[in-house]
């Protein structure tokens, strides 16, 4: 199926002179000095997709001990000296015909490209990359029972009565199977959740001041009564990732008090009768202590943040990261979490919730898993991996180029980690790294396709303009004998931006060495119009547009972006 196209050959050969050829040399007795490996596409069965974990499987099968792909055959795959891949966001199927001119490179390059099936466009650009970044796996036998789970921290009582130290941070966080901001939400799996973001009357955490120590990681826990204007704040406590209580106020309620909730908060009238701590007190306080890159971990976050009226993403969410049985809808109470993760019971006194406690035992529940991995907790048969922690297993040396928040994410092992901010930043650091005799793989995003979609989907005259257009060519389509789809007109910054996208992919090729595989995978198209229009149906937004007319733009819009590309080709 795949047809190799001679112009990039030509235009790389003054690049690629000086690349050494000792991987090949290796196996000269067996191939020869002109073998060369090949990629041989498999007829693809009528209407048949990839999926993601089908462009992943063949990385391992080339660098690692994966399985052999069904849908393409390698020939002579020990002569590939490394591979690319390259990860380009935004650029669906029908983008991508509709604009092949313009991205010729692709073709030339890697020949005709293979549909891959995105994941939903309910998911966000992370699981995307998380699918193609990650492996699960089978258990092997003597891995079945990992982990134990014995309490992390020890209660102070239990310190007196052992003598045992609390553990450090550094004995805490070492040798993790992925870093800590692995776990913590992202900004749709917030939304989901019912996180205040950026919300009016709400403080936002700040940055640590330069040359500060600040908490990495704090637990969060708060108990509310109920007052003459709803839920309002009673007490607040942060404990650190040693258990011990670093804020633990009592807070008086601006608002006339009608419930103090005591059979849940713990909170009594005798309690609060002295108190005259604010909740402009309390906040400030809290911002002292928890800053824009502080982690904050809790469970069901959302309320607490809510009674303290601040904004913070950086959270770890324990109803979120231990899933319920019966899906994202259900979340599991966080005494059921303790007895059973934790061995313990809690919010078992007749007094109400003792928000310290509660607190640590998020605290320990979130290192629990972030020790680990995100399978603990999950049915024993499968776990998850980075994928470049398995290369690194096959001795191979991985260099990732990306955002510095993916990079913090997925890097591993042997691997080299270069945070990136642009797309000719990703380009100069992977033309350099492709040289580079001792990696194996190497990673990059070209962001600005998908960076594009999501400032287009944001501002309210163009969408306006694109759904009128896209509910004109539905109309007409629907009118119309033609049945192939339907095609939008593309504006010229989109064209000037597919044509750098294009340069880029052609510089790159031209950099890599001899039998190096270059895999160029898109994930799916314009997600952001698809989440805007999806809100917009959601929260019933007051538009000029039919709301039938509204949710078929917004099916032909999902199919289209759920359509995503896999380029594979090698440089010969």
Sequence with gaps: MLSQNQNCKASASEEDTSTSNNHRSDFFDIYGPQGKAEIVFKTPETNSTLNLQDVQGLVTWVLAEGFMPSWVFIKNKPLIPKVVMLYVPGLDAALYLSQSKILSSLKECCGNPRAVLALSCVSDGMQTIDALLTCKRKRKRDESNPVSNKPILASEQEQCDTGTDVPSRVELMKNLPFPVTYYTLTVKELEDNGYCLNQPGFLSTLPAPSGCSFYDMLALDCEMCITSEGFELTRVTLVDIRGEVVLDELVKPSNTIIDYNTRFSGITCEMLNEVTTSLQEIQEDFLKLVYKDTILVGHSLENDLLALKISHSLVIDTAVLYKHPRGASYKTALRVLARKFLSREIQQSGNGHDSIEDARATMELALLKIQNGPEFGAPPSYMREKLLTILSQSSKTSSFIDDISIVKRYTSGLSHAFPVSSDDEALAKARKEVKNEQVHFV?????????????????????????????????????????????????????????????????????????????????????????????????????????????????????????ALCFVGMKH
């Excluded at 960076?451 to 694109?466: C, I, P, T």
């Excluded at 989440?531 to 078929?552: I, N, W």
């Design 443 to 563: 990673w990059t995003q070209f962001s600005e396709l998908n960076s594009y979609f999501k400032k287009q989907a944001g501002d309210v005259e163009n969408l306006n303009g694109r759904l009128a257009e896209m509910i004109s060519l539905l109309t007409c389509h629907k009118k119309s004998a033609n049945k192939k789809g339907i095609k939008c007109s593309v504006k010229p910054e989109l064209k000037e931006i597919l044509t750098r996208m294009d340069s880029r992919i052609r510089s790159l090729y031209a950099t890599l060495p001899t039998n190096a595989m270059l895999i160029i995978c898109t994930g799916h198209g314009d997600t952001a119009i698809v989440h805007r229009l999806r809100k917009m149906l959601a929260e019933e937004s007051e538009t000029s547009f039919c709301r039938e007319k509204l949710v078929k733009v917004l099916e032909e819009l999902q199919a289209q972006a759920e359509v």
